[in-house]
C-alpha cells in the first residue's frame, strides 16, 4: 500500500479531527458527513494526506458493494460521501497513488452510475451530474494518470456517455461548462487504441457508428463561430479535442464510418473551420486547418456524388481552399481538390451553377498578389478555365442537343424534338410517325425491351435529373465535336486489334476534362451491369454505323463509377465506314492523320450527328 493510504496518516489531524476521522475510516456514515464538511469549509492547504486513507478505506469495493437488492444501506451512503470528499481534493491526489486509489473509484463510480434510479440517498440531481462527478475527477488527475484510468474496462462509455448528455440539455454546453471542459481535457489524453476500446465509444454514443458521428459532428458545429458568439480559446481547444477523438477512431480507414460522419454534415463543419482558421492571423491554427483539409480531401475522395458536392460547394468549399494560400504545408492537397473532386464535378449542371454565384468573390481575391505568388495558382487558373467553358456551354442553344433521332433503326430521319412522339411505356424512345413506332415495336424488339428499358431506369442509382442529363448531352456533345478527328483515331485503333467489334467510345470525366478512350462492347458489360446494354447494342448492331455507343464516366469516390450510356446517332454511316475502310487498309496508310482529317471535313456538313 502506498505511504499516503495508510491509517497512520490519521495521525496529522488535529485532535478535534482525528476522532471523528478514526470513526469514520471505520465505518461510521455521520463521521464520515462531518468530515467531508469540514474539508469542504476548511481554506487550502489542505493535508491530502490525511484525508486520502478515510475516502480510500470507505471505498472498498470487496465485500462491501451490496447485491443490487440492497439498494438502500450506509455502505453505498459512505461511498457517495467519500466520493464527493474525494472531489474536493482532486487537484493535489499525488500521481503515485491513482494506482492504488482509482480502481476502488472506478468500481464504485461506475456502480452508482449503473444503479443511480435506486438508490435513494445519492444527492445527484440527474444522471450527468453523477457522471460529472465522475468526468470533474478525471480530469483533474488525466494528465499525468492517464495510462491507469485509459486501460479501466468501461471508462469510455462512462464519458462519451457524459459528453452526449451535455448536448442533450435543454441549453447544452453552455449550462454545463464545467462538465465540458472535463470532457475536452480527457479527449485530448485519452486514446482510442483497439477495437474494445471503439465499442465502448460507440456505446456510450449510443451503440451505432452513426450515433458517434452525430455527436461528434454536432460538437463541432456548436462552437463554430458566428456573429453573436465569436471565436474564442474555449472553442479552439474544444475543436482541438474533438479532432483528437476524430483521429483516434480512424474514421478514414472504415468506409462505415466516412459513410456515417459524411451523412452527419461532417463536410460541411469541416469547410466552416477552413473557412475562418485560414483566414486567422493565429498560425497556431494552421495544424487544425491541415487536419480539416486531410478530412475533408479524404471524405470527398470517399464520396464525390453530385448531392455531396452540391452541398459542400454551397457550404464554402471553394472560399475556403483559396484562404489556404497562406497554409504553404495544404497547397498540395488544395491542387488536388481542384485539380480532381473539383473539376469533376463542374459535368453537373447544378454544382456549376452553384460555383458560377461564387466567382465574383473569387476572382477578387484570386488577383490579390499573394494568391498570385502562391504554389496552387496554376491550378486554380486551370479549374477557372474549365468551369468557364463549361458555362459557356450553358449559354448555348445548340439545337444538336434538342433533336432526336428516330427510333426505328431502318429510318434516318433527325428532327427536333417537338416533331416526334414517344413512346408511352418507356418515355425514353421517340419515332417520327406511327408508322415507325409500330415497326420497332413488331420488328425492332421494342416490344421486349420496352419492360426492361424502364426497369433498368429504376434500377439505377446513378439517375441524372432531367437537368443535369441535359446539360451532360451539351458537354458531351461538344467533347465529341472538339475531338472528332481523335475520337476517329482511336476507334481505327482498336479496330486494328478488334476488326469485328461492335465499339463504345469512352469518356472518362476523372479530372474534369474528358480522358478519351475506344473499347470493344464486350469488355464492359460486366463493369456495368445496370446500363441497358440489352437494348443499345442490339440497335446499334441494326444500325448499319448510323449508331455509335458513348459511355460517359464520373468517378464518385471509394464507392465507385457513376456510368451513363448515351448512343450518337447519325443520318449517314459515312464516318464509321471511313473508319473501318482505313483499318482494313492499314499498310497503306502507317500514318493515317491525314486521311482521317479529310474524312471528317467530308462528312463536316454532310452527316447531321446528335447525342440522346
Request: hydrophobic content about 40%.
Given at each position: 500500500m502506498?505511504?499516503?493510504l ?11 479531527l ?5 470513526r469514520?475510516?471505520q ?5 464520515l458527513i462531518h468530515?467531508v464538511?469540514?474539508l469542504?469549509d476548511?481554506?487550502?492547504?489542505k493535508?491530502i494526506?490525511a484525508?486520502?486513507?478515510v475516502?480510500h478505506a470507505n471505498l472498498?469495493?470487496s ?12 455502505t453505498?451512503?459512505r461511498a457517495?460521501v467519500a466520493?464527493?470528499?474525494?472531489d474536493d ?7 503515485e ?12 463510480g461506475s456502480?452508482l ?7 435513494v ?5 440527474s444522471?450527468l ?6 468526468l470533474?475527477?478525471?480530469?483533474a488527475?488525466?494528465?499525468?494518470s492517464?495510462?491507469?484510468?485509459s486501460s479501466t474496462p ?5 464519458i ?7 448536448y442533450?440539455q435543454p441549453?447544452?454546453p453552455p449550462?454545463?461548462p464545467?462538465y ?7 479527449l485530448?489524453?485519452?486514446?482510442v487504441?483497439n477495437p474494445i476500446?471503439l465499442?465502448e465509444?460507440?456505446?456510450?454514443a449510443?451503440?451505432?457508428?452513426e ?9 463541432l458545429?456548436?462552437?463554430?463561430p458566428t ?6 480559446y474555449e472553442?479552439?481547444m474544444?475543436?482541438d ?7 483516434d ?11 456515417a ?11 466552416n473551420?477552413i ?5 486567422s492571423?493565429?498560425?497556431q491554427l494552421?495544424?487544425?486547418t491541415?487536419?480539416?483539409?486531410h478530412l475533408l480531401?479524404?471524405?470527398l475522395?470517399y464520396?464525390?456524388e453530385?448531392?455531396v458536392?452540391?452541398?459542400a460547394?454551397?457550404?464554402?468549399l ?18 488536388q481538390?481542384f485539380?480532381?473532386?473539383?473539376s469533376r464535378g ?7 451553377s452553384?460555383?458560377?454565384q461564387?466567382l465574383?468573390?473569387l ?5 490579390s ?6 504554389a ?5 487558373r486551370?479549374f477557372r478555365?474549365?468551369v468557364?467553358?463549361?458555362?459557356d456551354l450553358?449559354?448555348?442553344r445548340?439545337?444538336?442537343?434538342t433533336r432526336?433521332?428516330?427510333g426505328?433503326?431502318?429510318?434516318q430521319e433527325?428532327?427536333?424534338k ?8 418507356c ?6 410517325n406511327p408508322?415507325?413506332?409500330r415497326?420497332?415495336w ?13 426497369t ?5 442509382g446513378?439517375?441524372l435529373t432531367?437537368?443535369?442529363?441535359f446539360f ?6 461538344d467533347?465529341?465535336?472538339?475531338n472528332?478527328?481523335h475520337v476517329l483515331a ?6 486494328q486489334?478488334?476488326p469485328s ?6 469518356f472518362d470525366?476523372s479530372?474534369g476534362?474528358a480522358?478519351i478512350d475506344v473499347q ?9 451491369p ?7 447494342l ?6 448499319e454505323?448510323r449508331?455509335e ?7 464518385t469516390?471509394e464507392?465507385?463509377?457513376q ?12 464516318l464509321?465506314?471511313?473508319?473501318r ?5 492499314t499498310?497503306?496508310?502507317p500514318d493515317?492523320?491525314?486521311?482521317l482529317l ?12 446528335i447525342h440522346?
Amino acid at each position: 500500500m502506498h505511504p499516503s493510504l495508510d491509517l497512520q496518516n490519521l495521525s496529522r489531524f488535529p485532535p478535534p479531527l482525528r476522532a471523528i476521522a478514526t470513526r469514520a475510516s471505520q465505518g461510521s456514515l455521520e463521521d464520515l458527513i462531518h468530515l467531508v464538511s469540514a474539508l469542504e469549509d476548511s481554506e487550502p492547504p489542505k493535508d491530502i494526506s490525511a484525508y486520502l486513507p478515510v475516502f480510500h478505506a470507505n471505498l472498498n469495493p470487496s465485500p462491501d458493494i451490496p447485491h443490487r437488492r440492497e439498494f438502500i444501506s450506509t455502505t453505498n451512503s459512505r461511498a457517495i460521501v467519500a466520493l464527493r470528499g474525494l472531489d474536493d481534493l482532486k487537484f493535489g491526489i499525488p500521481k503515485e497513488v491513482l494506482p492504488e486509489l482509482w480502481p476502488r473509484i472506478w468500481k464504485w463510480g461506475s456502480f452508482l452510475h449503473t444503479y443511480r434510479d435506486s438508490i435513494v440517498d445519492s444527492d445527484a440531481s440527474s444522471e450527468l451530474d453523477m457522471i460529472g462527478e465522475i468526468l470533474l475527477l478525471i480530469s483533474a488527475v488525466i494528465h499525468h494518470s492517464a495510462d491507469v484510468i485509459s486501460s479501466t474496462p468501461g471508462v469510455r462509455k462512462l464519458i462519451v456517455r457524459g459528453w452526449k448528455l451535455i448536448y442533450e440539455q435543454p441549453g447544452g454546453p453552455p449550462v454545463t461548462p464545467g462538465y465540458h471542459s472535463c470532457v475536452m481535457k480527457i479527449l485530448t489524453k485519452m486514446k482510442v487504441a483497439n477495437p474494445i476500446h471503439l465499442h465502448e465509444f460507440i456505446q456510450g454514443a449510443g451503440g451505432d457508428i452513426e450515433d458517434v458521428a452525430t455527436l461528434l459532428t454536432r460538437s463541432l458545429y456548436h462552437y463554430f463561430p458566428t456573429s453573436r458568439h465569436p471565436f474564442n480559446y474555449e472553442g479552439f481547444m474544444w475543436i482541438d479535442a474533438v479532432f483528437h477523438a476524430l483521429g483516434d477512431l480512424k474514421i478514414l480507414d472504415s468506409p462505415h464510418m466516412k459513410k456515417a460522419f459524411l451523412d452527419a454534415g461532417l463536410v460541411g463543419s469541416l469547410i466552416n473551420i477552413i473557412c475562418v482558421f485560414s483566414v486567422s492571423q493565429l498560425r497556431q491554427l494552421d495544424d487544425i486547418t491541415l487536419d480539416a483539409l486531410h478530412l475533408l480531401q479524404n471524405m470527398l475522395e470517399y464520396s464525390s456524388e453530385e448531392v455531396v458536392l452540391l452541398q459542400a460547394v454551397a457550404a464554402g468549399l471553394l472560399r475556403g481552399l483559396m484562404s489556404c494560400s497562406v497554409i504553404i504545408a495544404g497547397h498540395d492537397i488544395v491542387a488536388q481538390l481542384f485539380r480532381t473532386t473539383l473539376s469533376r464535378g463542374t459535368i453537373y449542371r447544378s454544382v456549376l451553377s452553384e460555383i458560377s454565384q461564387s466567382l465574383p468573390e473569387l476572382d477578387a481575391f484570386a488577383a490579390s498578389p499573394s494568391f498570385i505568388a502562391s504554389a496552387f495558382f496554376t491550378g486554380w487558373r486551370d479549374f477557372r478555365a474549365l468551369v468557364q467553358g463549361r458555362m459557356d456551354l450553358t449559354k448555348i442553344r445548340n439545337i444538336d442537343v434538342t433533336r432526336k433521332a428516330c427510333g426505328d433503326m431502318n429510318c434516318q430521319e433527325i428532327r427536333r424534338k417537338s416533331e416526334f412522339q414517344r413512346c408511352g411505356r418507356c418515355h425514353s424512345v421517340y419515332y417520327c410517325n406511327p408508322r415507325c413506332q409500330r415497326a420497332d415495336w413488331t420488328l425492332g424488339g421494342h416490344r421486349t425491351q420496352c419492360e426492361l428499358i424502364r426497369t433498368s431506369m429504376l434500377a439505377s442509382g446513378d439517375a441524372l435529373t432531367s437537368r443535369n442529363t441535359f446539360f451532360v448531352r451539351v458537354v458531351l456533345n461538344d467533347e465529341y465535336e472538339t475531338n472528332k478527328q481523335h475520337v476517329l483515331a482511336r476507334q481505327l485503333g482498336c479496330l486494328q486489334t478488334h476488326p469485328s467489334a461492335l465499339l463504345v467510345t469512352i469518356f472518362d470525366y476523372s479530372s474534369g476534362r474528358a480522358r478519351i478512350d475506344v473499347q470493344p462492347a464486350s469488355t464492359l458489360l460486366k463493369d456495368y451491369p445496370y446500363l441497358n446494354w440489352r437494348d443499345y447494342l442490339p440497335r446499334a448492331l441494326r444500325s448499319e454505323g448510323r449508331m455509335e455507343l458513348h459511355l460517359v464516366l464520373v468517378p464518385t469516390g471509394e464507392s465507385g463509377m457513376q456510368a451513363w450510356l448515351f448512343s450518337l446517332r447519325s443520318t449517314s454511316s459515312a464516318l464509321q465506314d471511313g473508319v473501318r475502310a482505313l483499318a482494313a487498309a492499314t499498310a497503306q496508310f502507317p500514318d493515317p492523320s491525314a486521311e482521317l482529317l479529310t474524312l471528317v471535313e467530308n462528312c463536316r456538313r454532310s452527316v447531321v450527328q446528335i447525342h440522346q
